[in-house]
């Protein structure tokens, strides 16, 4: 079946301006992630979902990030008044409520570069 | 909350030789899981293989398994008989619950060089 997708694969921006990243978890998985990768650096926890309850948003790195997760399905990643230290590679991930939440299954991730 | 450490920034092996990368991690739940992700320059994270902490039995998967020794904190992935596909970042990973439920702590990643 489809795997994560993500959109847009790149994205170029100005400093100051506000974007948006999509995510479209795998059909049937309750479990939604986002998490930052930098140049040459591991991944970073940004936020999780999980159906209908708040979501976890300790991993958020200032309050210029937030996400939405409409109707249990696709997500949103804004970062608003973006700043060059933004510039990173933001991956979502899924995975299933049962039978192994613990996995996570990865989108091919959306490269912002803010210039 | 856990910590997952990869002492190892790059490594490179042999065509059809074996190779294996280090990783060791420390948490405080008894219940937890550990991954080998592989990311080739792509970006797509892959899932390599999977190791439940209550299971002895090591992880095994084709070519790659796991060398999982758990009073020592450490979690090696071995790649048999390499393949120049197998050239990838790959990242080590923990599973945890506690205050850290829901979030895959990573490792800084090991460049894999397969050299023909």
């Known amino acids: 079946g489809a795997g994560v997708s993500q959109s847009p694969s790149n994205k170029v921006t100005e400093k100051g301006k506000d974007v948006e990243l999509r995510c479209d978890p795998i059909s049937g998985h309750t479990a939604l992630y986002w998490y930052r990768q930098s140049l040459g650096q591991g991944l970073e926890f940004l936020i999780y979902f999980q159906g209908n309850s708040a979501p976890d948003k300790s991993g958020l790195p200032s309050d210029r990030f937030s996400a939405e997760r409409t109707g249990g399905s696709v997500s949103t990643l804004t970062i608003q008044r973006t700043q060059q230290e933004d510039s990173a590679v933001y991956l979502c991930a899924s995975s299933p409520l049962r039978p192994a939440q613990e996995t996570q299954y990865f989108g091919p991730g959306t490269r912002l570069l803010v210039l | ?116």
């Open chain 2, 1 to 116: 909350a856990q910590t997952v450490t990869q002492s190892q920034p790059e490594m490179s092996v042999q065509e059809a030789e074996t190779v294996t990368l280090s990783c060791t991690y420390d948490t405080s739940e008894s219940d937890y899981y550990l991954f080998w992700y592989k990311q080739p320059p792509s970006r797509q994270m892959i899932l390599v293989i999977r190791q439940e902490a209550y299971k002895q039995q090591n992880a095994t998967e084709n070519r790659f398994s796991v060398n999982f020794q758990k009073a020592a904190k450490s979690f090696s992935l071995k790649i048999s008989d390499s393949q120049l596909g197998d050239a990838a970042m790959y990242f080590c990973a923990c599973y945890a619950g506690g205050t850290s439920y829901g979030k895959l702590t990573f490792g800084q990643g090991t460049i894999l060089t397969v050299h023909p």
